[in-house]
């Protein structure tokens, strides 16, 4: 098994451990011990190689039903885990769709980190470089983001799929130390899975508040949003009237049901709360909770391919609507909309990569999108994205 050593930039002096989910109280003392890392070319099962790789670095997943040992000061913390949507295609067998254009971005990333000596009150790295930013260009035109509205609505009057999820994406070059920016867009509010992750010749800042899988005290838990507002009193109202809104939120929490009952003790999956509103930046958003026992003998490669890609930026039947991301979007989806987070025995927390940027060594890359259901209007659908991404873009703002 290939696997590559430490070289991300959370592991310079002076930086926290960045990754989602890393636990607060050990972030100053972890140190990165070992990384994999798979593209396509490398071959195999990236789930299963990814829980192998793991346990051969003490941190066995074998079986996510066993209840957690004690936690090790020091030993073995933990580890950050990446999924790209692509890869999480590859996991239940259908196209990756178009290529990613994150350059030399791998598609899935495992960081095993340890405890080491801790970082020095008020120490700090290397001066960072100004950051410059210039101007996104789009890979698609508004109209040809509406059309692809419009052809997702087609398919759905012809019966080949009920909800699919579709994303733009846009690139701008940048100069400078792009980390700062990057931790800037995982501070904005809401962002319950704020973080980065970096390697060489590339980075990832996510901003993301929802949870594609979580497991505390032997249950499973996922947070699919689906609706979204202006955060304005009407915004509100009009969320929670709007029939359409609800219609697509309903589908996509009976989809993660059914996902989590895959791989859950029998009976056990429940809806915690249904459409209940929360708020991300300037935005109102739909957010309900769906739990499961967890089934003895699971590991987390079976718990991957059950979970990625997330059904809320897919759509409905899964792999039907996995076909029709794959003919529509002209350019991959990269970073976003995959798997960003933090697993150990007994605990996993993994949030889906929404409200997510990338960068490679000329460009920073964004995405945003929604769900399409038959009652879409292909213009305001193209607004909602703009509306999504606009903080982003914003936290990414060069001087």
Known sequence: MRQDGPDGVDTLPGLTVGAPGAPAGCRRTLVERARWQWRPADGGDPAARAEEFLAAHGLPLHDLARPAGRHDAAGVCGAALYVSAAAGAALVGASAGAANPVTGLPEVVVVVYGHGPGTPPGAVGAPAAPWWRGTFAESWTPRQHADAVSAVRAAIGRGDVYQVNVVGHAAARYTGDPLPALSRLAALPGARYGGTLAGSGWAIGCASPETLVELTDGRLITRPIKGTRPATAAGRAELLASAKERAEHVMIVDLERN???????????????????????????????????????????????????GGSVTGAPKLAALDRIAALEPVGRGASMGALGWVAPGRIDLGLTIRTAAVDAERVHVWAGGGITWGSDPDAEVAEAAAKAAPVRAALAGG
């Open 259 to 309: 996902d989590l009952a895959r791989v859950a003790r029998t009976g056990s999956v429940r809806v915690d709360e249904l459409f209940a509103v929360r708020r991300w930046c300037d935005l109102w958003q739909a957010e309900s909770t769906v739990s499961a026992a967890v089934a003895d003998g699971l590991g987390l490669a079976d718990l991957l391919r059950a979970v990625c890609p």
